[in-house]
C-alpha cells in the first residue's frame, strides 16, 4: 500500500508524474537547497577553470606571430585576470536564476541552434555562430554522457513543477545551463572570439565534465526527501510511449495506450483514465517551441471538438421555432459552451433538414462583414471623443457575437443553417476571445477594446486557413503583440504610459475600418504597431537601466551605513555611553565609516584603523586605577584626537560642532585619568539618538516589528520572485520587480515607463500581499496566441473527460 501523504511517495510507478500534493513551501525548501548545491559545485570548479583558461591564454600570447596579436592576448590575460572573482559571483548568480525561472515556469534556455536556421543563418555574426556551435557541442555530448543522472534528476524535479515533466531546457542544473550562464558572462566582456572557444574547451573539460558529482549529489538529496526514491531509469527506446502514427491516432484519439508494460504497470493503468494520444503534448516530448507542437496542439483540439460535438447534427439551422425553445430561454438564442462560445442549436428547425440552405464560407464572410461594420460604429461611438488614455468601455461578450450572427443568417435566410465545421471555427474563435476575457495579465480597459476583434478574426479564420496553423502569421502576432503592450504599459488604475492604449485604439479601429477580405491589412498594421512599441521598449528600457543603476548605488551605500551601524551598536550597546561620546559616534564618525568602507571596503587597513579609533577611545573613558593604563592612555590621547580630527575633515563636518566634541573628549579622558566616572547619557536622549541612527542607515521601522509566520511564509517565497515579475496595488497601479538586493532584501519596483518608484522592503510587500493591497499578476514567457491555444485544449480536455464519465455513469 502507497502512503501517499509523503512527498515522494511512488503514486504510480508507470506515471512518474503522478500529481503529489506538496506545499508550496516545501517545494520552495527543495529547490533552494537543490539551488545552493549547484551553487556550491560552481564556486568549487569554476577558479580552477578560469586560472587554467588565463594560462592558457598567456601560453598562446607567447607564441604569437606579431607583436600587435601578443600584445592583445596579454591584454586579454589581465582582463580576464581582474575580473576573475567578479565572474565567478556573476557566473553563479546566473545559475541561481535559473531555479528563480524554473520555479516560476519560465525557465526555457536553447542553445542557440535554433536561431541559427533557415535565412536567418546568413544574418547572424560569424563570431556568434562559431559561440552557439561551441555551446551545442557541448551539451549534446553532455547530455549523452550524463544521460541516466540527468534523467532521474529531471522525474525528480517534475514533482517540483506540478508534475509536470521537464527537458534539459527546463532543468535548472542541466549542461545548457551552465554553458547559458558562460554566454552571458562572457557577452559582458570584451573578449575576441578564439579567446572564448579557448575558455569554452577547457570550459568543457573543467566544469562540464564534473558534473556527474553534482547530479550525484542533486538525486541524493531528493531521494532522501523521498522523492521517487524506487526510480529506474528507461533508455528512450526502451519506453513504452505511443508509437502509432498520426493517422492512427487521428481515428481514435481516445484509444488506450496499452504499449509493452510488465504485469504491474498494467494492473495499475487500469485505475486510470484512458490515456489520450494527444496527451503527449503534455508530457514533454514535443518542445513548444517547435512548429510541430503548434500543429499537434491544433489537431488535438479540433479532434477534442469532434468528439465533445459529435451528439449535434452535421447542420444546424439558424432559424429556430421559439415553442421548441427550452423553457427559460431565449428565442433566437443558440446553445453557449462554457467557455460563452457557439456550439450548437437546440430548438427544432422551422424547415426540415432537406430545406436547410447551407451558408457557405464566402455567405458567413460576408454576415461577418456587416457585424465588423456595427463593431466599429460602437466602439467609436464610445471612444472616438477621448483624445488619450484608457476610457471604460463595455466588452463584447463572446456569446453575443454568436448570437448576433445566427440572427442576421435568419433575417436573411429563414432556412438559413450552419455546417458544423464551419461552427467548429466559429467556437474556437469564441473561446479564443473568452480566454482573453479571462486572463489576468491584461488590464481591463485592454480586454474590453481588443473583444471588439473578435469578428474581424473570425472572419481571417475563414477566409485565411493558415491563420491558426501558423504561428508567425501576422494576425496572430499582431493579437500578441497588442496583449503584450497592454500588459507592459497600460494600469487597471486608468493610466497608461507613452499614450499605448490610443495606439491600441487606433489599430482596432483601423482593422474594424478597413479589413474587407485582404489580409494584408494585419501585415501592415503589425509593422507600424511594432515599431512604434519597439521605439517605446528601448525609452523605457533606458529609464529602467538608469534607474537601476541609480538604485544600485543607493542600496550600496544603504549596505554601508547598516554594516557601520551594526559595528557602532555591537560596540556602544550594553554599555554606560556620555551623550557627547553616543553622538560623536552614532553621527559624524559613522559617516566617516561609511565613506571608509565605500572607498576601501571592509577589508582595507583605513576601515580597520576606523574601527579601532572607536575601540581605543572607549577604553580611554574607562577609570583608569592603575598607573601603566595611565601611561598608555596618555600616549593614546594625541594621536586618537588627531585622527578623530582627520576624520571630521574628511566628510566635511562643521568645526564648530566638531571642536565642541573633541572638546568634550579631553574633558572625559580627563576625568578618566582621575579615576572618575562619567554621567551617562538620560535613557530618553540615548533612545531617540539610536533611533535616528538606525533610521538614517536603512532599517525600516516595518523590519523592527515582529514577524508573523504567514508573513515569513510570504517573504521567503517572494526571495524566488524573478526580475520582471508585475504586482498590482490597491487601485489597479501595476509596479514591475526590476531588481532584488538580498542584503537589505529591498525590491526595486518601477512603473510601467521605468522610472523608479520605490525601494519596498521584502516584509512590507508580503504584508500588503496578505492585507489584499498587492497581488502577483502571473506571467509568462509564451505569446498570448499560444497561451489561448493551451488553455483551450485544457478545458475541452476537462469537458471530454466530463462526457466521458457522463457516458460511463
Partial sequence: MHNSGLPGSDINKSSPYSAVAMSEQLVIQYLKHCRDLTRGFAYRVFPNFWRQWCKQVLEVAEQAKSNKDQIALYETQNLLAAVQQAAEQEFCQHLANGFVKFKNKSLNTLTGEERFSGDILSLVEHSDLEETIAITSITHRADNFFAEQLWALQQRLALLNDGEKIDER?????????????????????????????????????????????????????????????????????????????????????????????????????????????????????????????????????????????????????????????????????????????????????????????????????????????????????????????????????????????????????????????????????????????????????????????????????????????????????????????????????????????????TVFRLLQEFKNDVRIFAELLIEFNAYTHNVARRQELMERRALEKAQGEEKLREAKIQVNNEVRGRTDNRDMPSAILLLLLQPWSDYLSFVLLRYGDKSDS?????????????????????????????????????????????????????????????????????????????????????????????MVAQLQPVLPEEAKIVDSLKMVEFGTWFEFDGGKRLKVAWYNKKTQHYMLVDQQGRKVSLAAGLQLARDMLAGRARIIAGSTKPFFERALENIYHTLNERADTLKTGNTS
Fill in 607 to 699: 576601515w580597520k584603523r576606523a574601527l579601532q579609533v572607536i575601540d581605543d577611545l572607549l577604553w580611554t573613558l574607562e577609570p583608569k586605577t592603575k598607573q601603566p593604563d595611565k601611561v598608555k592612555q596618555m600616549e593614546l590621547q594625541d594621536g586618537l584626537l588627531a585622527a578623530l580630527e582627520r576624520g571630521f575633515e574628511t566628510i566635511g563636518y562643521e568645526q564648530a560642532k566638531g571642536r565642541k566634541l573633541l572638546d568634550a573628549v579631553v574633558s572625559l579622558q580627563r576625568m578618566a585619568l582621575l579615576s572618575r566616572k562619567a554621567e551617562p547619557a538620560p535613557a530618553p536622549m540615548r533612545t531617540k539618538l539610536e533611533s535616528l541612527a538606525a533610521e538614517k542607515a536603512g532599517h
Fill in 170 to 506: 527546463a532543468n535548472p542544473a542541466s549542461p545548457v545551463q551552465f554553458c547559458e550562464s558562460l554566454r552571458k558572462l562572457l557577452a559582458n566582456l570584451d573578449i575576441d572570439v578564439k579567446t572564448k572557444i579557448i575558455g569554452y574547451k577547457l570550459f568543457d573539460q573543467d566544469v562540464i565534465g564534473m558534473l556527474d558529482g553534482l547530479y550525484d549529489e542533486l538525486n541524493d538529496y531528493l531521494i532522501r526527501q523521498n522523492l521517487l526514491p524506487n526510480l529506474r531509469f528507461v533508455p528512450a527506446s526502451d519506453k513504452p510511449a505511443d508509437h502509432k502514427t498520426d493517422e492512427a491516432m487521428q481515428d481514435d484519439p481516445f484509444e488506450r495506450n496499452d504499449g509493452s508494460v510488465d504485469e504491474q504497470q498494467q494492473v495499475e493503468e487500469e485505475q486510470q483514465h484512458q490515456r489520450r494520444a494527444s496527451d503527449k503534448l503534455l508530457s514533454g516530448a514535443l518542445n513548444p517551441n517547435d512548429i510541430q507542437y503548434q500543429n499537434s496542439l491544433l489537431n488535438a483540439i479540433r479532434l477534442l471538438q469532434t468528439h465533445v460535438t459529435q451528439a449535434l447534427p452535421a447542420i444546424q439551422a439558424a432559424h429556430f421555432n421559439p415553442q421548441a425553445v427550452v423553457a427559460g430561454q431565449a428565442a433566437n438564442s443558440p446553445v453557449i459552451n462554457p467557455n460563452g462560445a457557439v456550439v450548437a442549436t437546440p430548438a427544432v428547425p422551422t424547415a426540415s433538414p432537406a430545406n436547410l440552405q447551407v451558408y457557405t464560407q464566402n455567405q458567413l464572410v460576408s454576415v461577418l462583414e456587416q457585424m465588423q461594420t456595427q463593431a466599429f460604429s460602437v466602439t467609436q461611438q464610445v471612444l472616438a471623443n477621448h483624445e488619450s488614455g484608457p476610457v471604460p468601455i463595455a466588452p463584447q461578450m463572446v456569446a453575443e457575437v454568436g448570437r448576433k450572427m445566427m440572427e442576421q443568417i435568419a433575417s436573411e435566410n429563414e432556412n438559413g443553417a450552419v455546417e458544423a465545421g464551419d461552427m467548429q471555427t466559429i467556437d474556437l474563435v469564441g473561446m479564443l476571445f473568452e480566454y482573453m476575457l479571462s486572463d489576468d495579465h491584461l488590464p481591463d480597459s485592454v480586454k474590453a477594446l481588443l473583444s471588439y476583434l473578435h469578428t474581424p478574426f473570425l472572419k481571417i479564420a475563414f477566409i485565411d486557413k493558415g491563420f491558426f496553423e501558423q504561428p508567425e502569421h501576422p494576425a496572430r502576432v499582431l493579437l500578441n503583440s497588442l496583449a503584450e503592450a497592454g500588459v507592459r504599459w497600460v494600469s487597471n488604475d486608468g493610466s497608461d504610459q507613452y499614450d499605448i492604449f490610443t495606439k491600441i485604439k487606433t
